[in-house]
Every structure is written in structure tokens, then in C-alpha cells.
């Protein structure tokens, strides 16, 4: 989760954030090189008059600043199909967790475990302990087992929601009366918080999404817990 002056990306829990954050930086050095080598010619256009009776056209030069900005732009273009697709990708899910929004909090379902299904409500500040993170925490977390697949459905109640969870590199929308796909692979334990990020009313900003990846073995303990 973000701390205090942590403008950046988080660090990430997924192999997939970790490919996100490094096109990130890709496209950034490509970004840095660009604007270092135009502010240089703009500035040096201050120092020059740069004026010739002679000249009407340049082929060559025209020819060259016209294809190498498209090669360049190609650097930045097949890497990010590259990922966009392998977002998309789905390698047999071992759990699906079906996340609906409502105004304003989020439901889950686990379907395959005999139908567990909760709501998850922000924490109100007045409510909070101690140790708890302020906006930010939910009375029921999602557990979910880390080192494996996992499938999420998302899909909304009332209007549409956004199902986001910046170390993991999941955004996904919830639209009602539509159901969309992702998948993930945790591949740490710990808490990891999201928001939803499409303006979806009033209290938009006050329902957080945690997850809690746990072990396979505690991840099948507490579902054995929760069945009915
Ligand atoms: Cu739900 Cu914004």
C-alpha cells in the first residue's frame, strides 16, 4: 500500500505489476531521451539564426525526422501490446472470486466453496483501532491463497464501479447487467489495498477493497471455516 510521499508505483505483488512497472519505466527513459534531445535543439535555437539564402527544401532530413520518430514509437508500441495482451491471458484459475460494487461497498462470492458470499464495508474513522489504516480498511478482508491462479468476476449492482488494486496491476470495471474477467497470481503474503476508481457517487472514495493472501493451507482452512 502507499505511504506518505510515495508519489511512484507500489511495489509489486504479482508478476504481472512487476512487467507493468518495468514498460513504465521503459517508456519513461524513451520519455527522458525524447525531451532531453528537443529542449537541446530548442535551446540552441536561442544561439543561432540559422538562415540561408539558398535553402528551399531538404529531402534527406525530411525524410529522416519523419521515419525515425516512428521507429522510436515503435519501441514503445510492441512492448505494450505485449503486455496488454498478456493481461487478458487466463492459465486455468484455481479459485474464482466474484467481486459485484454497489453504492458503495463491495459484495464477494466464492462460488466454488458452497457459496460464501459477504459484504465489505469501509471501516468509519470513529470506528477504527489503533493499528488500522484510515479510508483504507474493511471489516471483512478477501482472503485469497497466494502462489496460485485466481479468477475474478466483476460486475456492479447499481452503477458502474471499478475493482482496482494497484500492487497487483488489476483494474478491472463493474458494469451492471455485464460480467468482466481478469486473473492474477499473488506471489506474497500480505495485506494488499485497493480502491475503486470510477466516480461512482458521493461516498466513491469511501469503498476500499483488502486483500489478504494468505498460504494455500490457511486459505483452505478458512474457507472450511466460512462453508455452510
Ligand atoms: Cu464505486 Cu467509485
Not at 85 to 92: F, S
Not at 142 to 154: C, D, T
Amino acid at each position: 500500500m502507499s505511504t506518505w510521499a510515495n508519489l511512484g508505483l507500489q511495489d509489486s505483488a504479482s508478476p504481472l505489476m512487476e512487467q507493468l512497472i518495468f514498460f513504465h519505466d521503459h517508456a519513461l527513459l524513451i520519455l527522458v531521451m525524447i525531451t532531453v534531445l528537443v529542449g537541446y535543439l530548442m535551446f540552441m535555437l536561442f544561439f543561432n539564426s540559422y538562415i540561408n539564402r539558398f535553402l528551399l527544401h531538404g529531402q534527406l532530413i525530411e525524410m529522416i525526422w519523419t521515419i525515425l520518430p516512428a521507429i522510436i514509437l515503435l519501441f514503445i508500441a510492441f512492448p505494450s501490446l505485449r503486455l496488454l495482451y498478456l493481461l487478458d491471458e487466463i492459465n486455468e484459475p484455481s479459485v474464482t472470486l466474484k467481486s459485484i460494487g454497489h453504492q458503495w461497498y463491495w459484495s464477494y462470492e466464492y462460488s466454488d466453496f458452497n457459496d460464501i458470499e459477504f459484504d465489505s464495508y469501509m471501516i468509519p474513522t470513529n470506528e477504527l483501532e489503533n493499528d488500522g489504516f484510515r479510508l483504507l480498511d474493511v471489516d471483512n478482508r478477501i482472503v485469497l491463497p497466494m502462489n496460485s491462479q485466481i479468477r475474478i468476476l466483476v460486475t456492479a449492482a447499481d452503477v458502474i464501479h471499478s475493482w482496482t488494486i494497484p500492487a497487483l496491476g488489476v483494474k478491472v470495471d463493474g458494469t451492471p447487467g455485464r460480467l468482466n474477467q481478469t486473473n492474477f497470481f499473488i506471489n506474497r503474503p500480505g495485506l494488499f489495498y485497493g480502491q475503486c476508481s470510477e466516480i461512482c457517487g458521493a461516498n466513491h472514495s469511501f469503498m476500499p477493497i483488502v486483500i489478504e493472501s494468505v498460504p494455500v493451507n490457511n486459505f483452505i482452512k478458512w474457507i472450511s471455516k466460512n462453508m455452510n
